[in-house]
C-alpha cells in the first residue's frame, strides 16, 4: 500500500468539548497518582489555622468591643475556616510559572503542533486538579469542620449555599484567569518569578486571606472591594456567612462573572499577541 | 505535487547583545544593542511524496530552524514554504492533523502515567475513530514490539523503550508527513538500529514522507538516499548521500600492506599518510593522481595487498560543513 491515507472525514469526529473532557479524565489520573502528598499536605495546613485561631481569640480577649470590623469572634474564625474554601477553588499554584516555564523551554510547542488550544487544555488540566485536591481532602476537611462547628451559625439556607457555590466556581475562573494573564507575561520577560513572588504576598493581604477586608475600614475596604482579588477569598466568605444578601449579593457575582470575563479576554488576548512575538523571534 | 516545497526560506533572529560584566549588564538595562543573526538564508528545495531525505549540518546550522519553519513553530522573515499544501504557520487544524514532529530530546508523554493514556488523550486530541484509533494502536505496538509496555508509567521505561512510545504517539494519528529532529539522540546501538528498522519500515508500508536531522552517518546511512547538506543558513548540497564523495571528495584512500614488519620508508612522496598499523598503511591521494601513484609504488616496493577507497562518509561531511564556514567567513569576515 503506497497511497497516503485519507484524513478522517470530518462527520465522523466527536464533539471538540469531549476533546477537554478527556483531557480532564486524563489528568484527574495523573493527579490521583500523587493523592497521598495531597491528603498529608492538607493535615499539615491545618496546623497554622490552630495558631490563627488563637491568636484571634487574644485579640477579642483584649479588645474593646466584643466586634472588630463588624466581625464577632466567632465569626471571625469562621470566616477564617472559610476562606480555606475558597482559596481552594481560586489559588493556582504554578500556574502562572508553568506558563512562563513552557514558553521559557520550548514546551509551549506542543499546543502549536497538535490540535490543541493551550488555555483550554490548561483549564480542563487544573480542574481535573482541583476535583482530585477535593476529593482527597475533603474527608479531613469535614472533620475540621466538625471539631469547629460551634463558630458557625448551622447551614445557611439553600439560595445563599446556591450563590456561595456560584461564588466558589466564578472564584475558579478569576483566580485561573488571573494567574494564566500573569504567566502569559513570560512571553515578553523571561523571568517572571519575582513579580510572581510580589503579586502573590499582595494578593495574600488583599484578597482578604489574611483578614475581612471589614477590618481595613475606610477608604482601604471599599477600596479593596472594589477590586477583583476578594474574589479569590473574601467574597465567597461572606456569601457563606450570610453578610452580602439581597440586591449586593446579585450586583456581586454579577461583577465577580464580569472580573471573569475581563480576565478570560485578557488572556486569549496576550496568547495570541505572544504567540505572534515567539513565532517571529522565538521558537 | 510536491509534498513540500521551499522557496527561498530564510530566518533573522534578533539577538540582544549582551556587554561583559555588572557595568555592561547595567549599560543593557539602559540602552539595548541588538544583532542580527541570519538562522537560514535563501533556503529552497522540494520533497516528493513517500521521500526520506535527511537534513545534515553542524550545530547551529540552520536544520532546526528550518524544520521548525515547516511545522509551523515560527514564521520566516522572507520567502514561502507549502507542506502538505500548506502554509505550515497558519497552523491550520487540517494541516496538523496531517502531519507530526518528534524532537529527540523533548518528550510529550505524560511522565507519571502509562504510555496507554497519553495514546488515549492524543485520541481525543487528534478526534480520531475509536475503530480506527484502537486498529492504529495495535499495528504500532507490533511493529514497535512494545506490547506489555505501555501499561507501565512512562518514567519507568527505558531511553529507547521511551523513544519508541514516543513514536508511536506521533503515529497514532496517522500523519502523512514525519519531521524528525534527532530521533535517535542518547540512544544505544541496539536501540538505533530497531528505530531505524521501524522508521525505514513504517516509510516502505505506508508511503510516508519523513525528513530527519541527526548526527550519527548510521542513522542517515541505513534510511535516506538524499541528504540536504546545510551550513551557516545556506545548503550547500541537495542529492543523493552517495554523490557527497564525487562533489566534495577531491582524494582517495590508498590502502596498501607491505611484507615485513613495518612499512618501508619514502612513501611520504605519494601522499598524506594518514594512518600506520604494522606493515600497513594509509595514505590520502589526489584522485587525479591515483592511477599514477599505484605504477610507482609498484615499481619501486614489493606489496602483499592494496586497495583504494572513497574516504569515510563522516569525514568527508566534516570537510563539507568546514568549506561551508570558509565561504561564510571569506563572505562576512571571520567570525568575532
Known amino acids: 500500500m503506497n497511497s497516503l491515507p485519507a484524513p478522517p472525514p470530518e462527520a465522523r469526529r466527536p464533539s471538540p468539548l469531549r476533546k477537554y473532557l478527556k483531557i480532564f479524565r486524563v489528568s484527574l489520573t495523573e493527579r490521583l497518582v500523587y493523592r497521598a502528598d495531597f491528603f498529608l499536605a492538607t493535615v499539615l495546613r491545618f496546623l497554622p489555622m490552630v495558631t490563627t485561631i488563637l491568636l484571634w481569640s487574644a485579640i477579642y480577649d483584649g479588645a474593646d468591643s466584643p466586634e472588630i470590623g463588624g466581625f464577632e469572634r466567632r465569626q471571625m474564625i469562621a470566616y477564617l475556616l472559610l476562606v480555606h474554601i475558597s482559596r ?35 483549564v480542563s488540566y487544573r480542574a481535573a486538579h482541583k476535583a482530585a485536591y477535593i476529593a482527597t481532602t475533603a474527608l479531613p476537611y469535614a472533620l475540621l469542620f466538625f471539631l469547629c462547628r460551634e463558630y458557625f451559625d448551622g447551614f445557611p439556607d439553600a439560595l445563599t449555599l446556591a450563590a456561595y457555590v456560584a461564588s466558589l466556581l466564578l472564584g475558579f475562573l478569576v483566580g485561573f484567569f488571573f494567574e494564566a494573564a500573569l504567566g502569559l507575561a513570560g512571553f515578553w520577560f523571561l523571568e517572571v518569578t519575582s513579580l510572581l513572588y510580589i503579586v502573590n504576598t499582595v494578593n495574600f493581604f488583599v484578597s482578604g486571606q489574611m483578614l475581612p477586608l471589614d477590618v481595613l475600614g475606610e477608604p482601604w475596604a471599599g477600596l479593596l472591594k472594589a477590586l477583583p482579588f476578594k474574589y479569590m477569598a473574601y467574597f465567597p466568605a461572606v456569601v457563606f456567612l450570610g453578610k452580602v444578601r439581597g440586591w449586593d449579593l446579585v450586583l456581586g457575582l454579577l461583577a465577580e462573572a464580569a472580573w471573569a470575563a475581563l480576565f478570560i479576554v485578557a488572556s486569549r488576548l496576550l496568547y495570541r499577541s505572544g504567540l505572534r512575538r515567539y513565532s517571529a523571534y522565538g521558537g | 505535487m510536491p509534498l513540500i516545497e521551499a522557496v527561498n526560506l530564510t530566518k533573522t533572529y534578533r539577538v540582544a547583545q549582551k556587554k561583559e560584566g555588572v557595568l555592561g549588564a547595567l549599560r543593557g538595562l539602559v540602552r539595548r544593542e541588538y544583532k542580527e543573526v541570519r538562522a537560514v538564508e535563501d533556503v529552497s528545495f522540494t520533497i516528493e511524496p513517500g521521500e526520506m531525505v535527511a537534513f545534515l549540518g553542524p550545530n547551529g546550522a540552520g536544520k532546526t530552524t528550518t524544520l521548525k519553519m515547516l511545522s509551523g513553530l515560527i514564521y520566516p522573515t ?133 525528513l530527519l536531522t541527526s548526527h550519527y552517518m548510521r542513522d542517515v546511512e541505513a534510511l535516506c538516499r538524499r541528504v540536504l547538506v546545510i551550513t551557516h543558513g545556506h545548503l550547500v548540497y541537495d542529492g543523493a548521500l552517495a554523490g557527497i564523495t564525487e562533489q566534495f571528495g577531491s582524494t582517495k584512500v590508498v590502502k596498501l600492506q607491505f611484507p615485513g614488519e613495518a612499512p618501508p620508508d619514502g612513501l611520504e612522496e605519494f601522499g598524506e599518510v594518514t594512518e600506520r598499523a604494522g606493515p600497513s598503511v594509509s595514505l590520502n591521494v589526489e584522485r587525479s593522481r591515483v592511477a599514477e601513484v599505484l605504477e610507482a609504488i609498484l615499481r619501486r616496493y614489493t606489496v602483499l595487498d592494496m586497495s583504494v577507497q572513497d574516504p ?18 571569506l563572505a562576512t569576515g571571520p567570525a568575532a
Not at chain 2, 514497535?144 to 512510545?165: A, H, I, N, W
Not at chain 2, 531505524?196 to 519523513?210: H, P, S
Not at chain 2, 560543513?321 to 567567513?329: K, L, N, S, V, Y
Request: aromatic residues 8%; charged residues 25%; glycine residues 6%.
Open chain 1, 88 to 122: 481552594m477553588f481560586s489559588s493556582m499554584p504554578g500556574l502562572a510559572f508553568s506558563i512562563a516555564r513552557d514558553i521559557r523551554d520550548g514546551s509551549l510547542k506542543k499546543y502549536l503542533l497538535q490540535p490543541l488550544d493551550m488555555i483550554a487544555y490548561l
Open chain 2, 78 to 210: 522572507r520567502g514561502t514554504a507549502r507542506a502538505l499544501g500548506h502554509v505550515p504557520w497558519d497552523r491550520e487544524d487540517v494541516f496538523r492533523r496531517r502531519f507530526a514532529l518528534v524532537m529527540g530530546q523533548k518528550n510529550q508523554l505524560w511522565w507519571d502515567l502509562p504510555a496507554a493514556d497519553s495514546f488515549q488523550l492524543h485520541k481525543e486530541i487528534y478526534s480520531l475513530p475509536e475503530d480506527e484509533f484502537r486498529r492504529t494502536v495495535g499495528e504500532l505496538t507490533e511493529m514497535f514490539d512494545v506490547g506489555k509496555l505501555t501499561s507501565q508509567p512512562v518514567r519507568e521505561l527505558s531511553l529507547g523503550e521511551r523513544m519508541k512510545m514516543e513514536l508511536i504517539a506521533a503515529l497514532l494519528h496517522r500523519p502523512q508527513l514525519l519531521l524528525l529532529d534527532e530521533p535517535t539522540i542518547g540512544l544505544d546501538v541496539v536501540a538505533q538500529v530497531t528505530i531505524q528498522k521501524c522508521l525505514k519500515e513504517y516509510n516502505a508500508d505506508r508511503g510516508v514522507t519523513m
Open chain 2, 312 to 329: 569515510p562518509l563522516d569525514r568527508m561531511i566534516a570537510r563539507v560543513f568546514e568549506q561551508g564556514r570558509a565561504a561564510h567567513e
